[in-house]
């Protein structure tokens, strides 16, 4: 079985995509020189020509592309999930970047255990339309407590985790249209009521751009809210061994 299925998924990035594809490839290239076996697997929703041809001349490699028209992320990455081989997957967008040792050292804290353990950046730095740093916390930490997730989002969508928790808890679907998105937030609520850990793999930066007309700006917006979970009753407590 491979090790990381490193998913990318893109729509409409145009040429900034070929900068987060080859930055995908350093990261696949520095895992495998630590023994870390990689397939690469491209899911392009409803591209424009551009984002297509970026694609074109991929060098010969254990990697897959397939195009879909859904228009939605979260079912993007549930089709790369079900496509992987990997007993982990590691998300990433066609327009942001991961730090070049994100996949080795996400690895490394995934495998003290294996089968629970969802892992994110140490900060995720965001860089044009708006910059500023967020810096994830990690569920083990005394500070954290899981209600926080009723208010907020911890962690965000481009982690690293078992192949099996996302084939068990799928992204869910966006519906601006009646008030519900950040399948992201309601995939994180789902994972750490079903027993899985959020760490933080430190001295990690996943760089995120902002744009304008960004997905989150958009829900911002329209004041989309997250679909509730069990997480939000009032007599809800954590799993045990959480």
Known sequence: ????????????????????????????????????????????DRPDDITREMFSSLPPGDWRLEEVDWGDQGKARNHAVELATGSHVAFIDGDDLWSENWLVEAWKTCSMDPARTIAHPEVDWFFQENGNLFFHIDQTDPEFDPLMLRFVNCWDALCMAPRKACLEIPFPTRDIGTGFAYEDWQWNCETLERGYIHRVVPDTIHFKRRRKLSQNIHASGRRALVRRTGLFRYDWTPPAGT
């Open 1 to 44: 079985m491979t090790d990381i299925s490193a998913i990318l998924t893109a729509h409409r990035e145009g040429v900034l995509v070929g900068i987060s594809l080859h930055g995908t490839l350093d990261a696949i290239r520095r895992a495998e020189e630590n023994g870390i076996s990689c397939e690469l697997i491209i899911v392009l």
